[in-house]
């Protein structure tokens, strides 16, 4: 912790050990349930300073279930793995620095607003960067109701992207992103992605989603917060 810098760093020795233990479990594929009790230990104390880190642990926790022998193995999902994939980087991240700035409140200082329906989606920024994309009425999802949190969410993440570009566009730092859109689910997958059940036909492009607006953001110098809108409040 640097406290005139305001920033807060993962010891190098941890930062090594443990992305060292996660590379070796992606390799195998397998571990044991004493090990991972332990990684998702370290994992949850590292999340208290990475912003959007904590829902990744999730899928790693329900893997103990009901279990109980320590030496059992267990066999991780790919969705597990790709979790693993991503701590990685957010270790990277807090080995680099977490500024302590975007762990407090704050007055959001850019906004993104997007919105969709089954037939297309579109969004903009407050500095007037704006896009929209029709569905072609050929594709499979084209007006299929089911598909549009996705398509909310997709939106959202869109233009969450495009708010970053304009912020190292104009060389800001540190900036705090409010995400505004209609949809509850997919505002709360921006934070929390795991839960969504697996046998949903969406659950795989929502977690490909979340894992990117999740690597966007941690390889940012920005924060990110989200806000639901009523549909009467951005017609």
């Known amino acids: 912790m640097n406290t005139q810098k305001l920033l807060l760093f993962l010891p ?11 590379r070796e479990t992606i390799a195998s594929k397998v571990i044991l349930l004493q090990d991972l ?10 999340a208290y300073v ?16 009901n279990r109980i022998r320590k030496r059992q193995q267990i066999t991780l999902s790919f969705q597990e793995l790709e979790d693993l994939k991503l701590w990685i980087k957010f270790l990277k991240q807090s080995n680099d620095r977490i500024s302590m700035n975007l762990l407090t409140l704050q007055t959001p200082s850019k906004k993104a607003v997007s919105d969709s329906c089954p037939f297309g989606m579109g969004g903009f920024t407050w500095d007037s960067t704006a896009w929209r994309l029709l569905i072609p009425e050929e594709s499979p999802i084209y007006g ?10 997709l939106a959202m993440a869109v233009t969450l992207w495009l708010a970053l570009l ?3 566009h104009q060389g800001l730092t ?9 949809n509850t689910s997919a505002v709360g997958w921006l934070f929390r992605a795991a839960p969504v059940p697996s046998d949903l036909p969406y659950y795989c492009p929502v977690q490909i989603i979340a894992r990117k607006v999740a690597t966007l953001m941690t390889e940012s110098a920005h924060c990110l917060w989200a806000q639901h ?3 009467m409040q951005i017609k």
């Open 37 to 46: 009790d332990s990684m998702v230990g370290q994992l949850n104390h590292a």
């Open 166 to 168: 304009d912020c190292n």
């Open 174 to 182: 540190e900036e705090c992103i409010l995400s505004l859109g209609d």
């Open 12 to 22: 190098t020795d941890k930062f090594l050990a443990w992305s060292q233990d996660l």
């Open 229 to 231: 809108l009523k549909g």
């Open 50 to 65: 990475i912003p959007l880190s904590r829902h990744f642990l999730a899928r790693l926790r329900s893997c103990h279930g």
């Open 144 to 153: 299929v109701s089911v598909a549009n949190n996705v398509l909310e969410f």
